[in-house]
């Protein structure tokens, strides 16, 4: 997300349906990292599907860094969740 000490921010409309990693600014101040399958993006405001089911939506105005990430690798047998 960094490049060169700058935030950058690379997923557009296109990345619907893809793994993402998104910071983005928080009301009161700050920042916080969301990682998820992006499932909407729509009139500004792209939902978010997390690793344990739960969705986010998150303006796009909000978002300050994002980029495309792999996927999540597929469990071995007898790992614990």
């Known amino acids: 997300m960094h490049l060169r000490g700058r ?3 690379r997923i557009t409309r296109d990345d619907v349906g893809r793994r993402v ?4 600014t928080l009301p009161e101040g700050g920042f916080t ?3 998820g399958v992006v499932e909407s993006w729509s009139e ?3 939902t978010v599907r997390r690793r344990d089911e739960s969705t986010v939506e998150v303006a ?3 978002i300050v860094a994002s980029r495309v990430v792999p996927p999540v690798p597929p ?3 007898g790992e614990r969740p």
């Open 7 to 9: 935030l950058v921010h």
């Open 21 to 24: 990693s998104l910071r983005i």
């Open 33 to 35: 990292d969301i990682v």
């Open 44 to 46: 500004g405001i792209l």
């Open 60 to 62: 796009e105005n909000a």
């Open 75 to 77: 469990r071995r047998r």
